[in-house]
């Protein structure tokens, strides 16, 4: 089992040109889209977060129901569900202006067990900003981490929500003990403003880096270094083309029980190569796609 813990949230995606226009409600969040992404590759999957009881909160579930994700962790309450209105350039890459205050995931609290069976728990995105949950979502973090399981952190930087960047610049460092694999964009990394050398000495095992459609790149403790280029496509827009990596990525290794940090140093060239052509492939099909779309295993094949 691997449980994803973060948002979830309802992406307001534009239809056309202009700031309003045909603004269409489609479900996201980036902890989510990894969610929904590795239901539909196969994996066993659980969501882990606080939704509403309001009409996108039930959208939002049976999202997950159909893609086969348990979601018997997901707190409810009566507030409203986060909002996101994203805009989206011509090269197809999307921005975002977001809707938070008083919603219902930012009142996430810590469960006092991860579901039986948990091989790995996913963090990232807003969920680790927004106060008072981010303090619960870095309470569960450190606390799987203690416990020996498998972590994933995707940081997924949304700069307009963080009103102290230095301060959030020093907690992503004291996550770092807790990770077993951290996995950011180019700009992430930029904003950031360390290098995955640094990150790996502060603790995971592997650092997967995201360069749009350049592919991606794993920087290992051992001072390896491998690159797989980017699958060429037509580019709809990228919403969760990150989130769908995550997934690949999780995915891909839970397949190769090699979920620890004793397994990602034992993958070696091949393996990593094998690994992110199947992540860049599954990102390449959602970015074809409008809105938050993860391929099928039927459209991957083994990864």
């Known amino acids: 089992m691997i449980v994803v813990a973060g948002e979830a949230l309802i992406d307001l995606v534009p239809q056309g040109t202009g700031a309003l226009a045909g603004l269409k409600p489609a ?6 889209n990894t969610a929904v992404a590795l239901g539909r590759l196969g994996s066993p ?15 939002l579930l049976d999202g997950l129901r159909e893609a086969g994700v348990d979601v018997s ?20 890459s999307a921005a975002y202006s977001f809707y938070v205050e008083g919603t219902a995931d930012r009142l996430f609290t810590a469960p006092p067990a991860l579901p039986t069976g948990t091989r790995a728990v996913s963090f990232g995105t807003c969920s680790l900003v927004l106060e008072p949950g981010a303090t619960a979502y870095e309470e569960l973090m450190r606390g799987a981490a203690g416990q020996g399981v498998c972590t994933a952190l995707d940081p997924n930087i949304r700069a307009g929500l963080i009103p102290d960047p230095d301060a959030y610049r020093a907690r992503f460092g004291s996550w770092l003990p807790s990770v077993t694999l951290l996995k950011l ?50 580019v709809v827009d990228t919403i969760g083309a990150g989130d769908t990596v995550n997934a690949a990525l999780l995915h891909g290794l839970a397949a190769q029980d090699a979920l ?28 074809s796609r409008a809105g938050a779309e993860p391929p099928y295993a039927s459209e991957l094949g083994a990864a």
């Not at 659980?46 to 959208?59: H, I, K, L, P, Y």
């Not at 995971?204 to 459609?213: I, L």
């Open 27 to 32: 479900l996201g969040g980036g902890p989510y």
């Open 45 to 59: 999957t659980a969501f882990c977060s606080r939704t509403s009881r309001d009409a996108f909160g039930e959208a």
């Open 73 to 92: 962790a997901v707190q409810r309450g009566p507030e409203p569900t986060t909002l996101a209105v994203a805009t989206v350039d011509a090269e197809g």
């Open 185 to 234: 964009s180019e700009e992430d990394a930029r904003w950031l403003g360390g290098t995955p050398r640094e990150w790996l000495a502060a603790g995971p095992a592997a650092v997967v880096v995201t360069r749009g459609g350049d592919g991606l790149t794993v920087f290992t403790r051992d001072g390896a270094e491998h690159s797989v280029p980017g699958e060429k496509v037509d």
């Open 260 to 287: 620890s940090a004793d397994a990602l140093a034992g993958l070696g060239a091949d393996g990593w190569a094998r690994l992110l052509r199947f992540a860049a492939r599954a990102a390449a099909i959602t970015c």
